[in-house]
């Protein structure tokens, strides 16, 4: 049976999404048609909003509300020091271990020759602009230790002569073939603090 | 670390979904995020379009998006004929067995005196004063067959002398303490087809 078409659009749209599937649809887009219409509204502004008011920041590709992102504005930062993760909520879980003073470089991704994902569409090149022009003293690769996280970290640490400063990588002890987004604080923060030479 | 206020804003009302918890939420506010902006507002549209063009039925309470909802305005089906389902999506999935040909009345959950749901919460006054003024024969009652659906089959079967109509159940058969939902067709079909006497 096919539901009326403003509820198929929804659910068409809601089963984009990561790790919806139909079933899931279902049960939100039931959520939203028993809901408040202002509390739908507040959910589909969100969406606008988010889009209107955030761009990647031109410095480490971080959301970015400013014209630079938080992190990069924040004078308070160690400028010198770049910690490289792949996403955005990579950076986040770096930030809540507090054991991370510097700034950050996003890649937006990780090398994956499976996924036909290449080291030049991410965002190296730019990293290593970054480090050319700035005052770069130590680059820390955070990418996660699974397979394309460690690809990254060996491409990236490879670049180290033309970079010519010091490039380290967060410790093991995260769970291997995990992803760095799911690992608790303290943990995180030990692999940070026990980071060692490439 | 926060995130910017647009991005804190969208996790917020995509936590207050259900399922979403902190972590799904992220995944779905990034990939908002890096998506196309005409993807995001195509979302939202749907959600904004949703709530405008969508009300329920004020015949069987199904979501409709003319007068009265597809099933109630279609002359094909029979009219003196109620399945009683708790919500929408039951009525999707008993449509989806092909197996029935009447009308519906959904009645917005089921009694569940732990979740406070008396049957006053209910559709079950619209369903009494329906087949009182409708030549209705048959009500068959479809709700889930775990302890609210069965302690509302049960409620309105004990009206049945009011109605003074044929009151059935759908059979026993499906997985007991599951859910109507996810019953495969075969299954939801032949439990309409052996429906019993109450």
New interface residues.
């Given amino acids: 049976?096919r539901?009326?078409?403003?509820?198929e659009?929804?659910l068409?749209?809601?089963e984009?999404?990561?790790?919806?599937g139909p079933?899931?649809a279902?049960?939100?887009?039931?959520?939203?048609?028993?809901a408040e219409?202002a509390?739908?509204?507040?959910?589909?502004?969100?969406?606008?909003?988010?889009?209107?008011?955030?761009h990647f920041c031109p410095r480490c590709f971080n959301?970015?509300?400013g014209e630079l992102?938080?992190i990069c504005a924040d004078p308070q930062r160690d400028q010198h020091v770049i910690c490289v993760v792949e996403?955005?909520?990579d950076?986040?879980a770096v930030?809540?271990t507090g054991e991370f003073r510097g700034t950050y470089h996003v890649l937006?991704g990780a090398i994956s020759p499976i996924d036909g994902i290449g080291p030049e569409r991410l965002r190296i090149k730019e990293l290593v602009e970054r480090v050319g022009v700035e005052e770069t003293t130590e680059v820390v690769i955070a990418t996660n230790p699974n397979a394309e996280g460690e690809t990254t970290a060996i491409y990236i640490a490879r670049l180290r002569k033309p970079l010519g400063v010091r490039v380290t990588r967060i410790a093991s002890g995260l769970p291997v073939g995990g992803d760095l987004?799911?690992a608790d604080e303290v943990t995180l923060g030990r692999a940070l603090e026990a980071r060692r030479e490439m």
Same sequence: chains 1, 2.
């Fill in positions: 049976m539901y009326a078409a403003p509820i659009r929804l068409e749209e809601l984009r999404l990561p790790g919806i079933k899931s279902q049960r939100l887009a039931y959520h939203i048609l028993v219409a509390d739908a509204q507040r959910l589909a502004d969100a969406v606008v909003e988010v889009k209107r008011a955030i959301f970015a509300e992102c938080a996403e955005p909520r950076l986040a930030e809540r937006q987004e799911y």
